[in-house]
Nanobody
Framework: QVQLVESGGGLVQAGGSLRLSCAAS????????MGWFRQAPGKEREFVAA????????YYADSVKGRFTISRDSAKNTVYLQMNSLKPEDTAVYYC??????????????????WGQGTQVTVSS
């Protein structure tokens, strides 16, 4: 019953910035963690960032630390991913995901219960 809709992807030159949004609707009150994952062609889906709704605590993959920032607006049931200093290796489909339980870890994709449709981010060199 939870719907997640990503937006904000596109084509950007290396060094540029993009801001992704994920609007959630439905039973968002049950959400514990909202995460961002990405998947490039031929590669595994990988963790990018996560935020715990109640506390605002954040987690980042080493590959994006210092460049990406995850945040949430509880009033709008929306999570954002600000991506700066983009690199060609950031090119992927980016997905937002909702984990409704406190246990299970926040990095493992298999622990998330709801997923958006994805938004394409392409970084040219």
């Amino acid at each position: 019953q939870v719907q997640l809709v990503e937006s904000g992807g596109g084509l950007v030159q290396a060094g540029g910035s993009l801001r992704l949004s994920c609007a959630a609707s439905g039973r968002t009150f049950t959400s514990y963690t909202m995460g961002w994952f990405r998947q490039a062609p031929g590669k595994e889906r990988e963790f990018v960032a996560a935020v715990i709704w109640a506390t605002g605590s954040t987690y980042y993959a080493d590959s994006v630390k210092g460049r990406f920032t995850i945040s949430r607006d509880s009033a709008k049931n929306t999570v954002y991913l600000q991506m700066n200093s983009l690199k060609p290796e950031d090119t992927a489909v980016y997905y937002c995901a909702d984990k409704t339980k406190a246990w299970g870890g926040d990095i493992r994709a298999s622990r998330y219960d709801y997923w958006g449709q994805g938004t394409q981010v392409t970084v040219s060199s």
